[in-house]
């Protein structure tokens, strides 16, 4: 049997992934469905969780799911209704993210927007990653959780709330990985570059500083999230920060060398 012909095990594994209405979190909810996989797709807004899961390859086996995950009694809801919709959830993404807003620099960001953000981002991942992997460690089941964090993790992006949140959030990976580890839950980050997808507006000129040559799109991050998420293909990953970025972040003041030729 070939392992890329069957990374999931459809028959004991469910996934629920977060910001599935749209961008990176569709395009990964999606290609869970795709591999088989019972998949909850939760988001904000109705309209757009709703066509996400018409556009599954397989909608019989999306669930949607609608709420404001920047409040403690949604993250609760959507645990107990994903229980009750999938049984046991094996598979997590927390790819839900407010909008980020380039006017919101340091010195002009709200209270509010600052606390949405690490309430969507940290706080929301941090409740649902927790009480997930209570569960399975209950069930004495494994698992594989894997939590969008950013580039911006590392470096600045002019948006404080963001970059701070995504920074918690990679150590959170991290802590989570070290201390579940044991009970075979592995927990990774999957890094983004400048993926055209929604939530990030881009400038077609930064494609040249991408030594791949153009932006991302969300369909470069789902292969190598599932492949991530996967416990047969990477039985061994847990704490990583996998970055698909198209080289983005190998960019500083020096140019490529020109090669001549070669
Ligand atoms: N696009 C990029 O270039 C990029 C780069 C680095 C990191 N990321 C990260 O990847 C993830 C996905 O990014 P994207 O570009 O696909 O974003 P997106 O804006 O297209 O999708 C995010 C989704 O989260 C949902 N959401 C926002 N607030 C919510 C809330 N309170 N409750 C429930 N759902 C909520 C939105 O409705 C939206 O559908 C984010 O965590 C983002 O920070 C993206």
Redesign the pocket.
């Known amino acids: 049997m070939s392992l890329f012909n069957s990374p999931f095990d459809p028959t004991r594994e469910a996934a629920l992934v977060?910001?599935a209405?749209?961008?990176?979190?569709r395009a990964i909810a999606q290609a869970l469905v795709g591999e088989g996989v019972r998949t909850l797709f939760?988001?904000?807004?109705e309209d757009?969780v709703r066509a996400s899961v018409a556009a599954s390859p397989r909608p019989e086996l999306a669930v949607p799911w609608v709420?404001?995950?920047?409040t403690r009694e949604a993250c609760d809801r959507l645990l107990a209704d994903a229980r009750a919709a999938l049984g046991q959830v094996t598979h997590f993404v927390h790819?839900?993210?407010?909008?980020r807003r380039e006017a919101d620099h340091a010195f002009a960001v709200s209270q509010d927007t600052w606390r949405q953000m690490h309430a969507?981002?940290l706080d929301a991942g941090f409740h649902l990653s927790r009480e997930l992997a209570r569960q399975l460690i209950a069930a004495k089941q494994p698992g594989s959780f894997l939590l969008?964090?950013?580039?911006h993790a590392g470096t600045p992006r002019n948006l404080p709330h963001y970059s701070t949140s995504?920074a918690a959030l990679a150590m959170l990976v991290r802590e989570l990985a070290k201390t579940v580890g044991r009970h075979g839950i592995r927990v990774n980050a999957l890094v983004?570059?400048?993926?055209a997808?929604?939530?990030?507006v881009a400038d077609p000129s930064l494609a040249k500083h991408i030594p791949l040559g153009r932006l991302g799109r969300?369909e470069d991050l789902a292969p190598i999230a599932l492949a991530v998420l996967s416990n047969r293909i990477s039985a061994y990953v847990t704490g990583a920060a996998i970055v698909v970025d198209g080289g983005l972040s190998l960019t500083n003041w020096f140019e490529p060398p020109e090669l001549g030729d070669i």
Do not use: C, Q
Not at 148 to 151: D, E, K, Y
């Open positions: 977060t910001g209405g749209n961008g990176i979190g939760a988001d904000l807004r757009t709420g404001d995950l920047a790819s839900a993210s407010p909008p969507v981002n969008l964090t950013s580039l995504k983004p570059g400048a993926i997808a929604g939530g990030f969300s």
